[in-house]
């Protein structure tokens, strides 16, 4: 269908191939946010980042402002971050507690933590008004849908569409994978976010999370130099270089192993990239997580879960998980060249503190805003932003491996790591998103 | 979450050592050495000014009060800032082209405390950088904290803690080494 003026979506996707247009034009970037983030489930926070009656957290789901709360009775809600008196927000930090209700700055309204109204000064002077506390304008406003699953808290700005399971489908194998990994079948987050901006389409950041060609290549400098210093310190100290090393070292792997990863596609672009870490070594600290597991799960499910083999999980459109390193990036799109992530890592419940420290490492080598891993690939994300910008060509290429993909039951397998699939399938659901009739 | 109070650590009267004229001036002389070296770009000296287990860390809160085990900006030893410059000599680093500049300005040096028998310092300082990259200038302001140790051949770092005002982000593209 056509879109406000001037395009068609339906033009600019192609089965293997997308118009530039999809990543620089700032009328398409306005029906992305009201077609695609205020309609589907968008990742808002994790409960862990609430414990306590009054606790809160803000964030956005696409342009809405919205505040993750605690109420008394242990749910979670979440809320328009808007006074309905004169339209303040109610929380201008990013978390704190509010003690039993939100108090407005500007005229002292209150709320309940559900978002109901609890008092309105000088009630009096709203006698014989339209206004009224049983209208719905008196209260904060919810969002349309609200669900947690295993602690991650999503929300949808549209009372329509699928449950939160049946949306995530296939692709909660991931979410489950972080969980299950816990002794006690819990993570709870650290928390610290780091918070970057990148000078770049949303997309862009999304597609990389499963190129598997990339990483050789972008990340050469910073794996080779890795390498260089893994090999000094066996030599200076005698001692096997710590695991995190292998963190940074591993994006060195020769190409043709990235090859020999697999790439899934789930339905609503949802896509997996098989492990490649090898993160189930011998050392002491593995063997004695793996005894605690045991002890929770008994031997068979151990295997089960420790043999779950997922590197990145995209849930399309909001969400970059790494579920065996407990790391989360969720993406808010600011302008069609301009995105922020808010970057998250969790603690496996009951697992020892050398496991939590391993997904510190990694948060810390590859997320963190130091990161000698991110810092090429935000450049080329830069870099794709300016050069989409330019006529010197329409396209974008999504053709490698395409029409090998097999698919079963709505999910694509290829076999081959360097497919761009998971490009692909991000935008079947891009275009579902883009040409369904109704906005929120 | 932390209340208006204390996010505002000043009200707190930090403690200065009685240093003598002749500290007071080595100190300075060593930092505004490790500022040069690092608008510089001389990894090598770099490495130099720290003990062997000596450690470059920035928090990611102004509250935190170690960096073991925590979530930092940077936390780094010896190996870790040897990967760094690797990566950032290494012909493929592309985002160091074009590389980026800086200028550094540390001032209001207090030293905080002295081992009278070891001469090793607490020493804190402000810090101002501005720094150019890609037609883009980004500045940082913040707080050095070094404890240093005393020996022939002069200072040498044991813990540099770096405090940046805006720790909580959003960063603006990265950090690609230390400021
Ligand atoms: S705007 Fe909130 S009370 Fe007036
Ligand atoms: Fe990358």
Wanted: hydrophobic share 35%; net charge negative; proline share 6%.
């Amino acid at each position: 269908m056509a879109g406000g003026n001037g395009f068609n979506v339906d033009d600019l996707v192609e089965p293997d191939r997308v118009h530039r247009a999809c990543y620089v034009d700032e009328e398409i970037f306005e029906r992305e946010i009201r077609h695609i983030f205020h309609k589907a489930w968008i990742y808002v926070g994790h409960e862990s980042q609430v414990p306590k009656a009054g606790d809160y957290a803000t964030t956005v789901i696409g342009r809405q402002p919205v505040i993750m709360v605690r109420h008394p009775d242990r749910s979670i809600h979440v809320l328009y971050n808007r006074c309905p008196h004169r339209g303040a927000m109610l929380c201008s930090q990013r978390a704190g507690n509010v003690g039993s209700a939100f108090t407005c700055s500007y005229h002292s309204w209150q709320f309940k933590l559900d978002g109901k109204v609890r008092h309105i000064p000088i009630q009096n002077g709203y006698d014989n008004t339209r206004f009224s506390l049983d209208s719905p304008d008196a209260h904060m406003k919810a969002v349309a849908r609200m669900e947690v699953y295993r602690g991650f808290v999503f929300a949808s700005l549209s009372a329509e569409g699928p449950d939160l399971k049946d949306w995530l489908g296939t692709a909660i194998a991931g979410i489950d994978d972080m969980c299950d990994r816990a002794p006690e079948g819990e993570v709870e987050v650290v928390p610290t976010c780091f918070r970057m901006v990148q000078k770049s389409n949303w997309k862009i950041f999304l597609e990389n999370q499963l190129d598997a060609v990339h990483p050789s290549i972008t990340h050469t400098s910073t794996g080779l130099a890795a390498q260089k210093v893994e090999q000094e310190m066996l030599a200076e100290t005698g001692q096997p270089p710590p695991l995190s090393y292998h963190y940074i070292s591993a994006f060195a792997m020769e190409l043709d192993k990235w090859g020999a990863l697999d790439v899934v596609g789930h339905p609503n672009g949802h896509c997996v990239l098989q492990g490649y870490m090898g993160l189930r070594p011998t050392d002491p600290d593995t063997l004695e997580y793996e005894a605690v597991m045991r002890k929770h799960y008994g031997p068979e499910r151990t295997e089960e879960i420790l043999d779950v083999n997922i590197h990145h999980l995209l849930v399309y459109p909001c969400l970059s998980i790494q579920s065996p390193l407990q790391q989360l990036r969720a993406v808010r799109p600011i302008a069609a060249d301009r995105t922020l992530t808010e970057i998250w890592h969790f603690r496996l419940k009951g697992a020892p503190e050398p496991i939590y420290r391993r997904a510190l490492d990694y948060f810390y080598l590859v997320n963190s805003p130091s990161t000698m891993i991110n810092a090429d690939d935000l450049y080329n994300f830069r870099k794709c932003q300016e050069g989409l910008q330019s006529e010197g060509g329409d396209w974008v290429s999504f053709h490698r491996n395409a029409g090998q993909d097999r698919v079963e039951g709505g999910i694509t397998t290829t076999n081959i790591g360097f497919s761009e699939a998971p490009m692909r399938n991000q935008f079947e659901a891009w275009r579902d998103y883009m040409t369904a009739e109704t906005a929120s | 979450m932390s209340s208006a109070q204390d996010v505002l650590p000043g009200a707190v009267s930090l403690p200065v050592a009685n240093a003598s004229l002749e500290t007071q001036h080595a100190v300075e002389q060593f930092l505004y050495r490790q500022a040069e070296i690092l608008d510089d770009r001389l990894w090598d000296d770099w490495l130099a000014l720290f003990t062997p287990e000596g450690h470059y860390w920035m928090p990611a809160a102004p509250e935190q009060m170690v960096g073991e085990g925590q979530p930092n900006i940077f936390y780094e030893d010896h190996y870790l800032m040897r990967v760094r410059i690797g990566r950032i000599n290494h012909p493929n680093a592309w985002s160091q082209y074009p590389p980026n500049r800086t200028g550094h300005v540390v001032s209001n040096v207090v030293v905080e405390a002295e081992d009278p028998s070891s001469g090793d310092l607490v020493v804190r300082s402000k810090f101002y950088v501005a720094e150019y990259r890609n037609d883009e200038q980004r500045f940082f302001a913040g707080k050095y904290r070094h404890h240093l140790t005393s020996g022939p051949d002069g200072y040498r770092i044991q813990l540099q803690r770096v405090d940046i005002v805006n720790v909580e982000g959003p960063f603006d593209y990265v950090l690609q080494y230390w400021i």
